[in-house]
């Protein structure tokens, strides 16, 4: 019931694991595909090692959480021997593999992609980390012409998978974005990464709690922000899009399909419902279409009409 083809590639459920959360080992990302998960997505990964920020790099606050985690990865060489380990066990499971990757330019970029390539179905650009520095994350986002530029250096030398770009929401205008990769010919886009930047102080130390001072904003409370993205790149381009940004149950997934994505990613959820979110989100959702008597493609963009 809840089978979805995207880009040609046949997926058990629109139900994924988001970049980030559970993707640092093949096994974490094993343990996803075993709770349900129609496709997992790896932490994202760039040309070097990386040993991301100091701790902490996470805060809970109300409705979610703040993390700078800092890009933590063992570089794309160390890290294609864990997908590689999986990659059998997740095929026969019916599981797909998302490769998020980040780089500073177009130039690394491309040299991720060409490694990552062979090792997964899909490949997911990351242009928008909100504190990476440098040139790196949301700085691309944030430009139309450095995003079409990475969009259109990763397309020319990976011909067989998909690429997707995942998009920033701290931006004036969302459509243009989302135009300018489609125009660089993205295959599908990812909405949103984490809101902010954001920051919580300890009032006993004075100081800001995260090692980075600040970080990105996910879970419940950025739901309707991500919601409205998905609902203007609807209303801009033709690609699939993939929503995220708060998604806990299936009628989460639900809302996010009527504003016009075809399918889900679930990261901070894993930790408000635990491992198999996504057998419980899958459940909730065929429960919803059983109940209204309506297939999941006929919901894609409904709140449009
Ligand atoms: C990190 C955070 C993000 O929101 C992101 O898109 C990529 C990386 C991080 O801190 O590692």
Redesign the pocket.
């Known amino acids: 019931m809840l089978k979805t083809n995207l880009f040609g590639i046949d997926f058990k459920n629109p139900v994924f694991l988001a ?2 959360i559970m993707g640092e080992t093949g096994s974490a990302l094993k343990r996803m595909g075993k709770n349900g998960a129609g496709a997992v997505c790896t932490k ?1 990964i760039g040309l070097e090692q990386k040993m ?2 100091n701790n902490p ?1 996470m805060v809970e606050v109300e409705g979610g959480f703040l ?6 990865n063992p570089g794309i060489d160390e890290y294609v021997g864990e997908i590689e380990e999986i990659r059998d066990d997740l095929k026969k499971m019916g599981v797909k593999i998302i490769g998020s990757i ?1 780089g500073k330019d177009s130039n690394e970029f491309s040299k991720v992609a060409e490694t990552i390539s062979p090792f997964v179905d899909v490949i997911e650009l ?1 242009i ?5 520095g440098g040139f790196y ?1 949301a700085q691309i986002g944030q430009n139309p012409d450095l995003s079409h530029s990475v969009v259109s250096a990763v397309k020319d030398c990976v011909n067989k998978q998909p690429v997707m770009a ?1 998009l920033t929401p701290n931006v004036a205008d969302i459509k243009e974005i989302a135009k300018s990769v489609e125009d660089a010919g993205a295959d599908g886009i990812v909405a949103i ?2 809101l902010g930047p954001g920051m919580v102080i300890d009032i006993e130390t004075k100081k800001p709690i995260l090692g980075n001072k600040f970080g ?1 904003m996910s879970g419940k409370a950025i739901k309707p922000i991500a919601i409205k993205n998905v609902y203007d790149i609807y209303s801009a381009v033709e690609l699939p899009i993939i929503g995220v940004g708060g998604i806990t149950t299936g009628l989460d997934a639900i809302e996010f399909m009527l504003a016009g994505a075809s399918a889900v990613q679930v990261g901070t959820g894993v930790y408000y419902r635990g491992y198999d979110i996504f057998d419980k989100i899958c459940e909730e959702m065929e429960q919803f279409l059983i109940e209204k008597n309506i297939k999941l493609k006929d919901i894609v963009g409904g709140a449009h009409e």
């Open positions: 970049a980030g994202s991301g920020h790099t993390n700078a985690m800092g890009l933590p980040y990351n928008s980390c909100p504190h990476a994350g995942k990464n984490t990105g």
